[in-house]
T-cell receptor
Framework: DVKVTQSSRYLVKRTGEKVFLECVQD?????MFWYRQDPGLGLRLIYF???????EKGDIPEGYSVSREKKERFSLILESASTNQTSMYLC?????????????FGPGTRLTVL | QKEVEQNSGPLSVPEGAIASLNCTYS??????FFWYRQYSGKSPELIMS????GDKEDGRFTAQLNKASQYVSLLIRDSQPSDSATYLC?????????????FGTGTRLTVIP
């Protein structure tokens, strides 16, 4: 079974704090993704990575950065958290770059920024 | 422009009925289509994928694809209360270095016992 884990299920931070969200997959997948999910807006892609040390912007990268130093780990960084970054953050991974590949999701981190 | 549209619902069906969930997409180059189920407070889980025109059946679930009409649907037969969830339609798009998925906003399904 594919397993994608995220470091926290719930996180509360204050405005201006630096926030790290960690994601680890154990299936040697090439691709990893970070999404945020908000009511009425669905899943929106923040950043993705298709190889170690590679990163590409998704649809809403502003205010975020990412790091992929090892194949199994993909980190999302909020340099200076703001209240509009309160959201559910979902990490996903997929095996290759084929269009048929399924994305497998982690359990999500619900981040609240006060 | 990348768009995946779903009726947000809520869609309510009685237990044992057929639930029909619909999705349209704008990118004619899309080749792969996925249905995910998401229970409240949980992450999405894949229930069906379809790549060719026509129907694909898996147990009580049937995915239907019509690329000419840019339309994909999910039928759930003999609906159960445990099927109550939000169903997300996802369509592949090709971006730099990877085939990514673009998600609809989801249809909330309630199965009434």
């Amino acid at each position: 079974d594919v397993k994608v884990t995220q470091s926290s299920r719930y996180l509360v931070k204050r405005t201006g704090e630096k926030v790290f969200l960690e994601c680890v997959q154990d299936m040697d997948h090439e691709n990893m993704f970070w999404y945020r999910q908000d009511p009425g807006l669905g899943l929106r892609l923040i950043y993705f990575s298709y190889d170690v040390k590679m990163k590409e912007k998704g649809d809403i990268p502003e205010g975020y950065s990412v790091s992929r130093e090892k194949k199994e780990r993909f980190s999302l960084i909020l340099e200076s958290a703001s209240t509009n970054q309160t959201s559910m953050y979902l990490c996903a991974s997929s095996s290759t770059r084929l269009s048929t590949d399924t994305q497998y999701f982690g359990p999500g981190t619900r981040l609240t920024v006060l | 422009q990348k768009e995946v549209e779903q009726n947000s619902g809520p869609l309510s069906v009685p237990e044992g009925a057929i639930a029909s969930l619909n999705c349209t997409y704008s990118d004619r180059g899309s080749q792969s289509f996925f249905w995910y189920r998401q229970y409240s407070g949980k992450s999405p889980e894949l229930i069906m994928s379809i790549y060719s025109n026509g129907d694909k059946e898996d147990g009580r679930f049937t995915a239907q694809l019509n690329k000419a009409s840019q339309y994909v649907s999910l039928l759930i037969r003999d609906s159960q209360p445990s099927d109550s969830a939000t169903y997300l339609c996802a369509v592949n798009i090709h971006q730099t270095g990877a085939n990514n998925l673009f998600f609809g906003t989801g249809t909330r399904l309630t199965v009434i016992p």
